[in-house]
Nanobody, 115 residues
Framework: QVHLVESGGGLVQPGGSLRLSCAAS????????MGWYRQAPGKHRELVAD???????NYADSVKGRFTISRDNAKNTVYLQMNSLKPEDTAVYYC?????????WGQGTQVTVSS
């Protein structure tokens, strides 16, 4: 079992930055891929970015060049640095981790981009 705790969301003006963190505990030594998803009101949950255990990354086209995903395997933590935020980035952001047998989700953290 893996337990995830997310932090770092909030309200920011357009063009601003936020950094999300997601710390894993429990059977965290079995974690492979880690990633961030988001869900805006009335929309499906979508992949924002993910990262393998060895650091290979993948980004949604809408965030390329603005967001950076990283991880610290020693701390079992994944980060999402979000720069040049836009109103359309407003959503609940969820952390997801994959082990050999299961996927685990965080509780979500709200990101609101508004002036």
């Amino acid at each position: 079992q893996v337990h995830l705790v997310e932090s770092g969301g909030g309200l920011v003006q357009p063009g601003g930055s936020l950094r999300l963190s997601c710390a894993a505990s429990g059977s965290s030594n079995r974690i492979n891929d880690m990633g961030w998803y988001r869900q805006a009101p009335g929309k499906h949950r979508e992949l924002v970015a993910d990262i393998t255990r060895v650091g290979s990354t993948n980004y949604a086209d809408s965030v390329k060049g603005r967001f950076t995903i990283s991880r610290d395997n020693a701390k079992n933590t994944v980060y999402l640095q979000m720069n040049s935020l836009k109103p359309e980035d407003t959503a609940v952001y969820y952390c997801k981790v994959k082990t050999l047998h299961s996927d685990y989700w965080g509780q979500g953290t709200q990101v609101t981009v508004s002036s």
